[in-house]
């Protein structure tokens, strides 16, 4: 069974910074492609980055260039997501999500395997 555990949301204020991990088990983890998506209440879910299983392609949503980065370690089957220069309209539910092909994809209907979501709260 293929399993996806979040880490390090929290409470920061404007202009700080978190790091968020998701840890991948029950599956080669090199051969799968990984995304990180957020929600805010009353909002639909939207991609915040993407990755391929080698790491080599990603892909970011435009509000989110220049300030957060996607990266993975396939030793570690680990994703994280660096979020810097953080804004309240950053603030939403964050989901890691598993593809089971190893290219980026957008949208959230071709990930198949979906965490439990760890909240980051970006205050002014």
């Known amino acids: 069974q293929v399993q996806l555990v979040e880490s390090g949301g929290g409470l920061v204020q404007a202009g700080g910074s978190l790091r968020l991990s998701c840890v991948v088990s029950?599956?080669?983890?090199?051969?799968?492609?990984m995304g990180w998506f957020r929600q805010a209440p009353g909002k639909e879910r939207e991609l915040v980055a993407t990755?391929?299983?080698?790491?080599?392609?990603?892909d970011y949503a435009d509000f989110v260039k220049g300030r957060f980065t996607i990266s993975r370690d396939n030793v570690k089957n680990t994703v994280y997501l660096q979020m810097n220069s953080l804004q309240p309209e950053d603030t939403a539910g964050y989901y890691c999500?598993?593809?089971?092909?190893?290219?980026?994809?957008?949208?959230?209907?071709?990930?198949?395997?979906w965490g439990q979501g760890t909240q980051v709260t970006v205050s002014s």
């Open positions: 999500a598993l593809r089971s092909l190893p290219v980026v994809a957008t949208a959230s209907r071709f990930y198949g395997v």
């Open positions: 029950g599956r080669t983890f090199s051969s799968s492609a």
């Open positions: 990755i391929s299983g080698s790491g080599s392609s990603k």
